[in-house]
């Protein structure tokens, strides 16, 4: 299964720059190359952030550029959105029973759970009773499936100064839920850091982020307020099957300097 991770795009009406970046250039890069080199993708991903502030009228760039996808989608709130306006701009994005953007899909890699972590004038993620609700059914519903989770929020702790404030407050509920799964958690997939992070929990489950397709950090994991910067527009493949996942990130317009040599062996 090939899925494409798109994250925190950060959109605003057209023309509005964020952090130095034109998050609305910065996207349509991005969808006009997943367009064309990757049709052939199962899902799209967007995992949260989409809007900068929420906007309508950002929310109706964001359908006008994922118009030209020709797969599934899959769209995840960040802080940054609007919980009403994005439900207005997207009604047909599943829901669960209580309004929260938070779906699965089964596949033949076993089961994708995206998780909904906004709460609207919080910068961190909140997963209350509410919603561990869902959590708890539909990975007792996924039976002998292995899971793949989707949420904007990283629900560990990510040793990044500038997010040790802001990241999940949920005391750690998520977690411990998710390594109660028998069958086990191929991978927990975030955004909400803007910078490329890999790693592996106590107990086994690996986790990664994604560049941001706007503005990002330069990376600086101690410094509570490091510096924004731009950079060409990125997303991630995702191989998803049953022997793992792996994710490839991509950065749109890289210019060429060469060719790599054929490999004749040894
Ligand atoms: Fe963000
Ligand atoms: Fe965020």
Redo the contacts with the bound molecule.
Sequence with gaps: MKIIQLT?THLMPSGIVVNGVDPERQLRAAVADIVEKHSDADLLVMT??LCNHGDPEAYAILKDILAAVPFEIRLML???DDRRNFVAAFPDQPRDDNGFIQSFIDTDAGRLMFLDSHEAGV?GGIYGDDRLEWLERTLATAGDLPVTVFI??PPMDTRIAHFEHIGMHDDGAIMQRLHRHAPGVRHIVF??IHIPLAGTTAEGIAYSAGQACSHRFITDVDSPTPLWTGGNPCYRIIDLDRTGLRAYGVEVGEAATGRAPVCEGP
């Design positions: 925190d949260g952030d960040g802080n940054h910068i904007h929020h955004g909400h």
